[in-house]
């Protein structure tokens, strides 16, 4: 029974705990405190739910009773300090609203309109410039995500108390830089919009490729990062890349159960059972892909990586694949948001829309290109278009220069393999 209880506990708290962190940050106006209040919710449900039972709507208890631990937070805050007017209406508004009246349906709305922006402000805040890309990956894994410290150094192969002091040293760095809980406005708004897409997409992608270890994917990042599109695109609706991002990662997602076979061992796109493909997340992703095309705002990096992906996931057999249509977006996303890694896809692309001659003519111009030096995919798509072109010594050079480059087994071993076979 208190296994089952614990359970719920851990699904309820991995699901609501951002919520609840921004909810009560808006009142206290301290990050470090807003969490450690959150957790005294949790652990007075992990107190009182195995005794009492589960309460008819968990989330809406934790909530509550995080509300009534920051009331009391100020409470002792106004007692130790001279009376100042924010802290007196402060404490006004959390007796207005500590325990919502859900009878009332627009008084619910209302709820979970504020609630909508407070999640806005937390994503904001845990993706501040003032923090490293590094130090935003784990804040927002850990405040928004729902994962322990523990999770996040295990999901990213780092130590564990590399990461708690990346947590600690980022809250200390916001409080420091006095970075106040709010949605940047304006041209802001658009610049740190873009980060913070970055980081979830960053999540996502070494959820879908891991750098190193043992395993090819992470599938429980790339949950995480579904989970924060999701969220990112109810509270911010009129942002078409928004949209994009979560189209892209649904349909990308929708790989999964076919990118590696019974051993674990990698297999590519072309190769892939598409009748394995999750055709949910292929629909979801379409569906948001259409929200992002309504939106009446230039095609962005995400929407474009996203109808690229709609290309593969309409296609019921690699036979069927518009390459050409593939090829002119990766064009346009070279226009849109130029990166090496891009022009690298095009190359592929074209090698399928052209022949492989014209995919290894952008190949090699990228070959001394630093960005790419030890990018492990530019001497395997180097190789995979030698191949076809009958030319299997350099073929095999390029995917051992390939192996040598990755930190990811299933990656080195599928790598050594077609050096192996290149030989033979």
């Known amino acids: 029974m208190h296994s089952a209880v614990h359970d719920t506990i851990a699904a309820v708290w991995r699901a609501e705990s951002a919520r609840i962190v921004a909810v009560v940050m808006r009142r206290v106006r301290d990050l470090g405190v807003a969490e450690e209040l959150a957790h005294d919710a949790l652990v007075a449900a992990l107190e009182h739910w195995p005794l009492e039972g589960l309460p008819q709507n968990p989330a809406a ?97 780092a130590p564990e108390a590399t990461v708690a002091q990346r947590i600690v040293r980022a809250k200390r760095a916001l409080a420091q830089a006095r970075v106040p809980f709010e949605v ?152 849109a948001a130029p990166s090496p890694v891009v022009e690298l896809n095009r190359a592929v692309a074209l090698g399928m829309a052209e022949g492989p001659a014209a995919g290894l003519a952008v190949v090699e111009s990228l070959l001394d290109d630093k960005a790419l030096q030890h990018y492990p995919w530019l001497p395997a798509v180097q190789a995979d278009l030698l191949e076809k072109l009958g030319r299997t010594a350099l073929a095999r050079e390029a995917y051992l220069r390939a192996a040598a480059l990755t930190a990811n087994g299933p990656e080195k071993r599928w790598l050594l393999q077609k050096a192996g076979a290149g030989q033979g």
């Open 61 to 157: 208890w934790l909530m509550t009773t995080a509300k009534h631990r920051a009331l009391d937070h100020l409470r002792h805050r106004q007692m130790a300090h001279a009376r100042h007017d924010d802290l007196a209406s402060d404490l006004q508004a959390m007796h207005a609203h500590v325990v919502p009246d859900f009878s009332d349906a627009l008084d619910a709305a209302r709820e979970r309109a504020a609630i909508g922006d407070d999640l806005l402000r937390l994503i904001f805040t845990a993706c501040h410039p003032v923090l490293s890309v590094d130090a935003q990956i784990a804040l927002t894994l850990k405040l928004l995500g729902g994962l322990s410290t523990a999770e996040i150094a295990r999901a990213f192969l």
């Open 184 to 335: 940047p406005q304006g041209a802001e708004l658009t610049q740190r919009l873009a980060a913070v897409l970055e980081v979830v997409y960053l999540i996502f992608n070494e959820g879908y490729t891991a750098t190193s270890g043992t395993e090819w994917m992470r599938p429980a990042l790339c949950e995480d990062a579904l989970r924060l599109g999701r969220l990112l695109a109810d509270i911010a609706p009129e942002q078409a890349e928004v949209h994009g991002l979560c189209a892209l990662m649904a349909i990308q997602a929708s790989r999964t159960a076919a990118r590696t076979d019974p051993q674990g061992e990698l297999v590519l796109l072309a190769e892939q059972d598409r009748s394995r493909w999750n055709h949910t997340l292929i629909q979801q992703g379409l569906a948001a892909l259409e929200r992002a095309q309504a939106v009446p705002q230039p095609a962005g990096n995400y929407r474009l990586q996203a109808e690229i992906a709609a290309c593969h996931a309409r296609a019921a057999h690699v036979e069927e694949t518009d390459w050409p249509r593939i090829a002119a977006l990766y064009a346009q996303l070279m226009r």
